[in-house]
Structures are given as structure tokens and as C-alpha cells.
């Protein structure tokens, strides 16, 4: 059974700050994964989609890679703002018929 | 084009009841997939649709059910409610059958609260 992890669980930095969120996951037979920001009391927004034959996306101020063999993913903010104070959540398609498998989710919080 | 929409946003039930949540997926999506969230255990996947047949269940007991129509527009259904139940349900669209090389979109959640 396919199980994300995501490190740190909660993170406080100063605006400005460049930092990576990690998830690694168990099973590395995985189609694709995504990443998403989820902000109090709302639904999930889509960052990034890495499918499983890509290294890397980027998207303005966000990076994630991917390294399949050993099941890790980094998502990398640049300058980060406090805008981007959410939770990030890391989850993989795998092959099977049980949809995303997501990990607990990153709390991010950005000090003006 | 306007995102995915669940209605309700919000629902109090109590126990022993019953409840039907709808997902109006993008439109042209044609894949709707149900997800709970709960503090405890994260997100987990209930279910997937695709033109009016389930594809895939997660791992839930059989209170929970749902079912697509022929808009692509979804329902989930949730029967003998217990406290456990309480949740933020998700829907997610996405435009290919096999929607496993797809971004995955959203809707803002029902949030239900259980008595």
C-alpha cells in the first residue's frame, strides 16, 4: 500500500526566505505527482503535476522535482511572501484503482 | 470557465441520518472523483467516475455510495451517519477517462458537521 510522507509538518520562516518542502513516498511505481497549496477551510489548489517520466516543473516562483527510484519529491519556493502561508500537500497516482494518495500536508507560514 | 462546484458548502446533520452531497464538475470534464478530509487521517480517496460508471473505490464501507449522471454532474451519498462522518468531502475533475496523467481540479468542499 502506496504511503506519503511529508517533512517538515509545520514551518515558520521569514518573508524573503527561499525553502523546500519535502515528500517522499513508498511505492515508486507511480504515474504522476502533484502538488497542492490548501488554504483554511478551502479546497485544494493545483501547483504543479510532474508525471512520472519528468525530473522537474516549474511554475514562476515554485520548482518541484522528482526522483522516482528513490521515492522523494522537493517542492522549492523562491523569495517566498506571505501570501504563500498555506498548507502544502504532496500525493501520487499510482497504478492501482485507489486514486491520489496524499501525504499530512505542510503548514507554511511566512513572517512579514 | 468556471471551476469545479459542490453544493452544499455547508451541512449539519446527526447521527443515524442521511446525506447527499452534488459535485458539478469543469465543464468538458467528464471525470469526478470524491475525497474525504478529516484531521486524523488526511485526505483519502471514496471514489471515481467516469461517464456515468464507478471505476474506482478507496477503501470505505458501503454508506458510502455515489453515483454520475449523464451531464457528468455527481452525487455522493452517505447513509446511517455516524459521528466519524463529519468531514470536508472534495470533488475533483478531470477531462480523460484515465485521468491518472491529469491534473486533478478541486472543488471548494462541503464541509459536514455530525451530531
Known amino acids: 500500500k502506496q504511503e506519503v510522507t511529508q517533512i517538515p509538518a509545520a514551518l515558520s520562516v521569514p518573508e524573503g526566505e527561499n525553502l523546500v518542502l519535502n515528500c517522499s513516498f513508498t511505492d515508486s511505481a507511480i504515474y504522476n505527482l502533484q502538488w497542492f497549496r490548501q488554504d483554511p477551510g478551502k479546497g485544494l489548489t493545483s501547483l504543479l503535476l510532474?508525471?512520472?517520466?519528468?525530473r522537474e516543473q516549474t511554475s514562476g516562483r515554485l520548482n518541484a522535482s522528482l526522483d522516482k527510484s528513490s521515492g522523494r519529491s522537493t517542492l522549492y519556493i523562491a523569495a517566498s511572501q506571505p501570501g504563500d502561508s498555506a498548507t502544502y500537500l504532496c500525493?501520487?497516482?499510482?497504478?492501482?484503482?485507489?486514486?491520489?494518495?496524499f501525504g499530512k500536508g505542510t503548514h507554511l507560514i511566512i513572517q512579514p | 470557465k468556471a471551476g469545479v462546484t459542490q453544493t452544499p458548502r455547508y451541512l449539519i446533520k446527526t447521527r443515524g441520518q442521511q446525506v447527499t452531497l452534488s459535485c458539478s464538475p469543469i465543464s468538458g470534464h467528464r471525470s469526478v472523483s470524491w475525497y474525504q478530509q478529516t484531521p486524523g487521517q488526511g485526505l483519502q480517496f471514496l471514489f471515481e467516475?467516469?461517464?456515468?460508471?464507478?471505476?474506482n473505490k478507496g477503501n470505505f464501507p458501503g454508506r458510502f455510495s455515489g453515483r454520475q449522471f449523464s451531464n457528468s454532474r455527481s452525487e455522493m451519498n452517505v447513509s446511517t451517519l455516524e459521528l466519524g462522518d463529519s468531514a470536508l468531502y472534495l470533488c475533483?475533475?478531470?477531462?480523460?477517462?484515465?485521468?491518472?496523467?491529469?491534473?486533478?481540479?478541486f472543488g471548494p468542499g462541503t464541509r459536514l458537521l455530525v451530531l
Open positions: 467516475y467516469f461517464s456515468e460508471t464507478q471505476r
Open positions: 475533483a475533475s478531470s477531462y480523460l477517462m484515465d485521468s491518472r496523467g491529469e491534473t486533478q481540479y
Open positions: 510532474i508525471q512520472s517520466s519528468q
Open positions: 500525493a501520487v497516482r499510482g497504478g492501482g484503482a485507489d486514486g491520489l494518495t
